[in-house]
């Protein structure tokens, strides 16, 4: 007798296909940075980056066995749960993950979909807007470039406004240019950020209002 044994795929597997995903917060607020500053946005937060950004606000996030895993369905109804429709994929480093699912699923509910990314991992996902963040302590993947809508980098010291430019030569044409100071050097690079936007204007400045606000 012929025995056909059915073996569910493992979390692992799941997590693969992109159809669980460890999520370390999900949360409805104010977009307070880039393009969208000002928009209520649902966020959803993956566990996971590899990354390693000395000043990173979010190490928490690094390890994804930390978070619980969920899977798609039941990210997209708890964001349904608030009556805005704009949802953003943040991290950690979302591009660890297969977006393809889960941005099917948020689309299909009526929700815009954005991703902050450092673009440190091959593209995936059916976004419409995509905010690259590129750091210098992991290169990115050359898979970014061509889908960024806005290039977002952050000053934390002096040679960052080099790479910024350097990374303005590899985006398209009509890539929305930011700079942000970092949270904890604001006071000494705002300033600068401001001379410089005068004098380079094809870059904008991007602030991180949600602190100003003292929401998440
Ligand atoms: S990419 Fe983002 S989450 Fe990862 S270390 Fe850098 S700031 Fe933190």
Redesign the pocket.
Known sequence: MNTLELVAPTTQELIAAGLQLPIMEAFYTIQGEGRFTGHPAYFIRLGG?D???VW?D?KD??EAAKWPVLSIEKIVEDALAFPGRLAVIT???PLMYNLGPLTKLLKEKGFTTNIET?GAHPFSGDFDWVCFSP?KFKKPHPSIYVEADELKVVIYNKSDFDFAEDHAKLVNSDCELRLQPEWSKAAKFTPEIIEYVKNHPTWKISLQTHKFMDIP
């Open positions: 980056c990354v390693g950004c990173c979010v996030s690094w991290g950690g480093e450092s750091k």
